[in-house]
């Protein structure tokens, strides 16, 4: 299996290339050259088979320069009852009539990342170990990636991480979830700003390449490959829960914001799974609801993003979303260069609208979306907990709130749970009245010493503090 880039460079790669780099080098994603297909009797196979075996079978389909007994081992030592808490993994528990709820956080951090980025923390051990390297992933995060990076990389041999974070802009859960880690690899960094001021320290240090290449800069972020990837195996685990022979098909519901997660779906469906509809859901920052209904794709300013009580998906522009629309301009880089590459850097947005190929995101990848507020958050924690005694995050509660409007008799549908409510306390004490349960070894965290370091909103601080914490 090799990978291209969506913008046309004509270099081809393999998997364990790709996995250690961010963007291809002409700036555009990498997707393999082809979906492989999954026939019925793989697919029968597949259904009976525990989660890191399943992980293995996907996997292995996109990766051809691990060995197997190596890739299956890497499987094996990630998806653990121990770490993800059930021997199911993502366990599928039924709400209301054809709903159900996919749960995609009972990881170390209690967030959907998790799934990926726990086997990233095995691939880059793996791959470092084998070319005898080390890498120093900076990153920028407001809560989940970061500590999620931070618990899949800690302890982990020839890895350090460097995340910066606002100071004090955290949720107390989160900062103590990042902060409380001792291990001598992992480096917190709050930065006296905003998740911006970030994000433009890591580009600054990112830009500079000589510094770059002289101290081993690498990034976890959400257009990685092998993060990808390792989401599509939940969408076929999902999928064998909630049916009973491969002649059924279900919709999936997927609560999103850099569009990596349901991009996994649309890659699973492209693989044959039987996927009927694939939902999109959007908190008040609609960027992606906006262009299935319209097929206007416009990229907000900073001043249209808003902060919203689903923290996790305040994005301004989807950075995976060049994925799919490669698919839907028939995997023809020159249009997708010219819109991602020159539409969008002039004017910020580009048009689909007029374009017939616009409604086959609908008719042929089975697209549909639809938009939460907060009022509708609280509605939905409200009415899920009356209802069912089940308590759900906030980001789960614009899933189900958009899912209900698109559930058909006969298809079950499958709403992503992507995090636990726990991590967004405030506002289920809006909704309820009351703070969610907390699971027994996060009591009291928020007491745990704290290691991190508070720089000021610096590239040059930021490089002098890496510079300083090799050994
Ligand atoms: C990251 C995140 C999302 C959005 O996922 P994307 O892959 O960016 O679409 C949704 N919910 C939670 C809890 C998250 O952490």
């Not at 900062?175 to 001598?184: K, N, R, V």
């Not at 995050?393 to 614009?398: I, M, Q, S, V, W």
């Not at 189900?400 to 004490?429: C, D, N, S, W, Y």
């Amino acid at each position: 299996m090799l990978y291209l880039s969506t913008r046309g460079h004509p270099d081809r790669k393999h998997f364990c290339e790709i996995l250690l780099e961010g963007l291809a080098p002409d700036g555009g994603l990498y997707l393999p050259e082809q979906y492989p297909q999954v026939t019925p009797e793989q697919l029968s196979k597949w259904r009976r088979l525990p989660y890191p075996e399943l992980a293995f079978e996907v996997l292995s389909l996109y990766i051809d320069d691990i060995p197997a007994e190596d890739l299956r081992a890497i499987c094996r030592r990630t998806y653990t009852e121990e770490v993800f808490g059930t021997k199911e993994i993502v366990p599928l528990e039924p709400l209301e009539d054809g709903v159900w709820l996919e749960a995609l956080s009972n990881g170390p951090t209690l967030a959907f990342k998790d799934m990926a980025m726990q086997l990233l923390g095995n691939l880059f051990e793996y791959e470092l170990a084998r070319r005898g390297e080390e890498l120093n992933i900076l990153g920028a995060t407001s809560g989940d990636t970061g500590s999620a990076a931070e618990y899949a990389m800690k302890g982990k041999k020839g890895v350090r991480v460097f995340m910066t974070s606002p100071h004090g802009r955290m949720s107390p859960f989160q900062q103590a979830q990042m902060f409380s880690l001792q291990d001598a690899n992992i480096h917190n960094l709050a930065i006296e700003g905003v998740f911006d001021d970030c994000q433009d320290i890591v580009k600054a240090v990112s830009n500079d390449l000589d510094f770059k290449r002289k101290y081993k800069i690498g990034t976890v972020n959400s257009i990685n490959w092998a993060r990808l990837v390792a989401q599509v195996v939940y969408y076929f685990a999902g999928y064998f829960q909630a049916t009973k022979s491969n002649a059924e098909q279900v919709s999936f519901t997927v609560p999103s914001g850099n569009f990596g997660n349901i991009c996994a779906g649309h890659v699973a469906r492209m693989m044959g799974l039987p996927v009927d509809k694939l939902v999109l859901a959007t908190n008040e920052n609609d960027v992606l609801d906006e262009f299935f209904r319209t097929g206007i794709y416009r990229v907000r300013g900073g001043a249209d993003t808003y902060e919203t009580s689903s923290p996790s998906m305040d994005i301004s522009k989807a950075s995976n979303f060049e994925r799919f629309v490669f698919d839907l301009l028939g995997r023809d880089a020159g249009p997708v260069k010219r819109l991602f590459g020159e539409e969008l850097a002039k004017n910020g947005r580009f048009d689909l609208s007029a374009d017939p190929v616009f409604a086959l995101a609908r008719t042929c990848y089975g697209f549909r979306s639809g938009k939460s507020t907060h009022a509708d958050r609280l509605t939905t924690i409200r009415d899920t907990h009356q209802r069912f005694g089940v308590t759900i995050d906030t980001h789960t509660a614009d899933g189900l709130k958009v899912a209900r409007h698109f559930v058909q008799p006969g298809v079950p549908m499958i709403v992503l749970e992507t995090a636990q409510p726990i991590k967004f306390a405030a506002t289920i004490v809006e909704a309820l009245g009351h703070e969610p349960d907390r699971p027994t070894h996060f009591q009291g965290i928020e007491g745990l010493p704290k290691r991190v370091t508070v720089l000021p909103a610096d590239a040059a601080q930021v490089k002098a503090f890496v510079a300083a914490h090799l050994s």
